[in-house]
């Protein structure tokens, strides 16, 4: 029997072909799978892809943007078509690196980007707060369905009543091994459960079931266990350029709790936008929300887009911007 393809092959959320693949080297040496689509002069976003996930799961933001946006998408360290790191190689101070790495292999001298991170992708942003190239690189940044800290406790795949126990049970499935099987009926519906809200169709959910199952067990475990001990709130509150933050409101994995969290911390905030009846894999469940935010980030704070100074205005810190959930 052959074996499914890794993200499935048709229809919106099938990956489209980039413009370009390179493989951006970090800083100890690990390589990492790289596309580059759309026009090579217009303005770039570069995206960050989360836990078990890779490229193919930004492919319905990346159909939306690369009409007229540079779009960088790349697979973390394990993740697609990037080699595992070895034992010392898993560790959000790795996550900056490779951030940075691919920032300097995709963007010209003096280009910046708007930066976008889902889940450990936006954990990836925060890791790397302090680091000038990311300051220098830049614009501003979109921080998707992620968290700084305390993803065990906050959690809510496990309903415990028990907050130790609801830390246990999580902490023993982010660090499972455990095989996650074929794509079955089955798998699927305790997928939609953990990550997505109760509206995801089914092409949403065989989308993102593909993209999950071919991450190899070895490495799910060795980042589980990086994000059962997440500490990121101090890079979070240096993290000095314009951010915005969306989250859907029945987000299992890191509820809208971080989400709110991070509003309140973040030095430049630039808004939060709640998705009503969204899981975790907002990306794929509205990504004309996603790449309605990266644009609106792109028009008002990237250099070369936008009207002048109007492109730069302030956003009174503490708004909030809701999105209806669209049919």
């Known amino acids: 029997m052959s074996r499914r393809p890794a993200h499935v092959t048709s229809g919106p959320y099938a990956p489209p072909v980039p413009r370009t693949t390179l493989t951006a080297t970090s800083a100890d040496g690990a390589r990492l799978y790289t596309e580059v689509h759309g026009p090579e002069s217009a303005p770039a976003v570069v995206l960050a892809h989360g836990w078990t996930c890779s490229t193919a799961f930004w492919a319905p933001v990346v159909r939306e943007l690369a009409t007229d946006h540079k779009v960088v998408v790349y697979d973390q360290r394990g993740h697609g078509r990037s080699p595992a790191a070895g034992p010392a190689g898993h ?68 309903p415990l009543r028990s907050p130790q126990g609801r830390r246990r049970a999580h902490r023993l499935l982010l660090r499972s091994r455990a095989p996650l099987g074929p794509v079955s009926p089955l798998a699927k519906r305790a997928l939609k459960y953990a990550t997505m809200g109760p509206g995801a169709t089914a092409e949403q959910i065989e989308a993102c079931a593909r993209i999950v199952h071919a991450c190899p067990a070895g490495v799910r475990a060795r980042w589980g266990t990086v994000l059962a001990g997440l500490e990121l709130t101090g890079g979070v509150s240096r993290l000095e350029l314009p951010t915005a933050v969306l989250a859907g409101t029945a987000d299992r994995l890191t509820p809208l709790v971080h989400a709110r969290r991070l509003a309140s911390v973040l030095p430049d905030f630039r808004g939060l936008t709640e998705l009503p009846g969204l899981g975790h894999m907002t990306p794929i469940e509205d990504p004309g929300a996603v790449s309605g935010r990266l644009r609106a980030l792109v028009q008002d704070h990237l250099h070369g887009t936008g009207s002048g100074p109007a492109a730069t205005a302030e956003v009174p810190s503490g708004t909030r911007q809701k999105k209806e959930k669209t049919a």
């Not at 010209?108 to 889902?118: I, P, Q």
């Open 91 to 158: 560790s959000t101070h790795a996550l900056a690196d490779d951030l940075v790495a691919v920032l300097e292999a995709t963007l010209e001298a003096g280009e910046r980007a708007v930066v976008g991170g889902h889940s450990m992708g936006g954990m990836t942003i925060m890791a790397a707060a302090e680091r000038p190239q990311l300051r220098e690189r830049a614009a501003a940044a979109l921080l998707c369905s992620t968290g700084s800290a305390d993803l065990p406790a906050e959690s809510r795949v496990f």
